[in-house]
């Protein structure tokens, strides 16, 4: 879907940035993208860290457990098994993180796209 979004800006040469999941394979984002790599306009942001493949695995990489479990209202003493209940309940976490009072740390490559 970010492909025809980023036929409208490269039409309107109009500053763009996209925010993605690596999904585990930098080559294959860099392929899917390379048409666009050209525009100096055109932005594709995320994090190079091939073990932290989407948002969730991310968001723990970026903060740590005990925040997150604060948050979200768990106990979970592993990553892989906080990252394994965010993966599968994406809009209550989501909905925590809104709603806490409490900060956690957002993963740089969004934050650089934010900050431009």
């Not at 800006?9 to 048409?35: F, M, P, R, S, W």
């Not at 723990?60 to 309940?89: A, F, H, P, Q, R």
């Amino acid at each position: 879907s970010f492909k025809r979004f980023l036929e409208i800006a490269k039409i309107l040469k109009k500053e763009t940035y996209v925010i993605t999941d690596n999904d585990g394979d930098i080559n294959q984002l860099k392929k899917k993208y390379e048409e666009y790599s050209k525009d100096d306009f055109i932005h594709i942001c995320y994090d190079e860290d091939i073990n932290y493949k989407t948002l969730e695995p991310q968001i723990v990489k970026n903060n740590t457990i005990e925040l997150l479990n604060d948050i979200l209202g768990k106990s979970y003493s592993k990553k892989s098994d906080l990252i394994e209940y965010m993966t599968k309940n994406k809009t209550q976490v989501a909905l925590d993180i809104f709603e806490s009072d409490k900060n956690i740390v957002i993963p740089k490559y969004i934050g650089d796209a934010i900050e431009k």
